[in-house]
């Protein structure tokens, strides 16, 4: 069964850092570009940062540019989050996901939850 | 970036009835290598993680019971619920993966 379980989230200041974690099982992770999606309290789907199956290729929302740092493990079956300089508006859950060849996110972690206040 | 903006934010439906979300792109997202359309839906539920309901604009996802279709072409897609039931009382977003992901503003589906 394909699993995506995340960690690390929690309450920072703003200012602060976090950095998420996304354990994978159930499938082979070195073969499927994976990504970070948020949803702030109430709101819509937001893709954050994806990474290709090598992680030799990273990409980012413009929000995030800069002080977010998407990475992997492929020996660890792990995708990562590094966030730092983190703001009032990053406050979401963050959700782990996998990209198919079908051009959609087809499993979903159950999210970690960041929430920036001071 | 590609903008998908949803039809209605809300939409009350009566259980047994047909429910339409539509979704309308910003740009074509049709694409080339094998013309089919970037479009994908998802399912939300309170407290739950999206879900993967259909792909490729139309083709559903192994699992997800027949009452969900998908249609579409050019820059308007539309998914059908055919006869809706309790289970299905959640948050739907279409979502397109052509260039930079981007995802519709969601359509609370909720019980008339």
């Known amino acids: 069964e394909v699993q995506l379980v995340e960690s690390g989230g929690g309450l920072v200041q703003p200012g602060g850092s976090l950095r998420l974690s996304c354990a994978a099982s159930g499938f082979t992770f070195s073969h499927y570009l994976m990504a970070w999606v948020r949803q702030a309290p109430g709101k819509g789907l937001e893709w954050v940062a994806n990474?290709?199956?090598?992680?030799?290729?990273?990409f980012y929302v413009d929000s995030v540019r800069g002080r977010f740092t998407i990475s992997r493990d492929n020996a660890q079956t792990s995708l990562y989050l590094q966030m730092n300089s983190l703001r009032v508006d990053d406050t979401a859950m963050y959700y782990c996901?996998?990209?198919?060849?079908?051009?959609?996110?087809?499993?979903w972690g159950q999210g970690s939850r960041v929430i920036v206040s001071s | 970036d590609i903008v998908l903006t949803q039809t209605p934010d809300s939409l009350p439906v009566s259980l047994g009835e047909r429910a339409i979300i539509r979704c309308k792109s910003s740009?074509?997202?049709?694409?080339?290598?094998?013309?089919?359309?970037?479009l994908s839906w998802y399912q939300q539920k309170p407290g739950q993680p999206p879900q993967l309901l259909i792909f490729w604009a139309s083709t559903r996802k192994w699992g997800v019971p027949d009452r969900f279709s998908g249609s579409g072409s050019g820059t308007d897609f539309t998914l059908t619920i055919s006869s809706l039931q309790a289970e299905d009382v959640a948050v739907y977003f279409c979502h397109q993966y052509y260039s930079t992901p981007t995802f519709g503003q969601g359509t609370r589906l909720e019980l008339k």
């Open positions: 996901a996998r990209f198919n060849d079908s051009a959609s996110f087809d499993k």
């Open positions: 740009q074509s997202i049709l694409a080339s290598f094998n013309n089919k359309h970037s």
């Open positions: 990474i290709k199956e090598d992680g030799s290729e990273k």
